[in-house]
């Protein structure tokens, strides 16, 4: 096994460190409003949409793929989220703690998000948990690396740490898939937006009900390599 210097963790943003919900909701609901979809989804219709890439979500949204719609619909998008929405945000109770704590175990610590980069680091610089994570990795506007197997291929060769002696916490089967795509076991978070029948058909190595239960479950997946 790799001494704790030698590990990482790379961490998911939305529905992991921080509940989205009113600003990902809002965000999408402004731009369906001024593209003039009708009826708008409710908040409570749009909870899929939290972590998937946003360009995904308005395919399915717009139920079509044609590349100019889909863009407008994200421009959209951004227009209110890149001011309002980012910061309609929570830190989830016993993430600092959390952090903390994998930091006094001697864990490297990423964000590994499919949001924006630019987005993603205002988020955890103004909720002050940029202190705990060496680098953000997210999307580029253009959608480079908003595929999670993308971003941890990146993440992985920009760290060059070893996949096999770190770990992936997320909270939707994307956060799965950009784990194994890099050989790298997983840990998926229950207080998150993936569905309990989601989160068991997902590729992973454990469940996590609370933060609290992260820093032993990786502790002891990382014993077993």
């Known amino acids: 096994m790799a001494a704790k210097a030698d590990t990482a963790?790379?961490?998911?943003?939305?529905?992991?460190?921080?509940d989205p919900r009113p600003g990902i909701a809002g965000s999408i609901r402004y731009a369906l409003e001024r593209l003039g979809?009708?009826?708008v989804p409710t908040e409570d219709e749009l909870l899929w949409c939290i972590?998937?890439?946003?360009?995904?979500?308005?395919?399915?949204?717009l139920g079509t793929t044609d590349k100019a719609a889909i863009e407008r619909a994200v421009a959209l998008y951004r227009e209110r989220y890149g001011?309002?929405?980012?910061?309609?945000?929570?830190?989830?109770?016993?993430?600092?703690?959390?952090?903390?704590?994998?930091?006094?175990?001697?864990r490297r610590l990423f964000v590994a998000t499919s949001k924006l980069q630019v987005y993603a680091a205002r988020i955890v610089e103004h909720f002050s948990l940029a202190r705990h994570f060496e680098t953000v990795f997210g999307a580029e506007a253009d959608g480079t690396r908003s595929n999670k197997a993308d971003l941890m291929r990146h993440a992985v060769g920009q760290t060059k740490v070893a996949p096999t002696t770190s770990v992936m916490l997320g909270d939707r089967v994307h956060d799965a898939m950009g784990a194994q795509a890099v050989g790298m076991p997983c840990l998926l978070a229950e207080w998150g937006y993936g569905?309990?029948?989601?989160l068991k058909a997902a590729k992973n190595d454990g469940l996590c009900r609370t933060p609290?239960?992260?820093?032993?479950?990786i502790a002891r997946l990382l014993r077993k390599n």
């Open 212 to 217: 609290a239960d992260v820093p032993p479950a």
């Open 83 to 106: 001011d309002i929405g980012l910061f309609e945000n929570e830190v989830y109770p016993g993430i600092p703690a959390m952090l903390a704590a994998l930091a006094k175990d001697g």
């Open 37 to 39: 979809i009708a009826p």
């Open 9 to 18: 963790v790379f961490i998911d943003l939305d529905g992991t460190l921080t």
């Open 51 to 61: 972590g998937p890439p946003i360009h995904e979500s308005f395919v399915k949204l």
């Open 195 to 198: 569905a309990p029948e989601e």
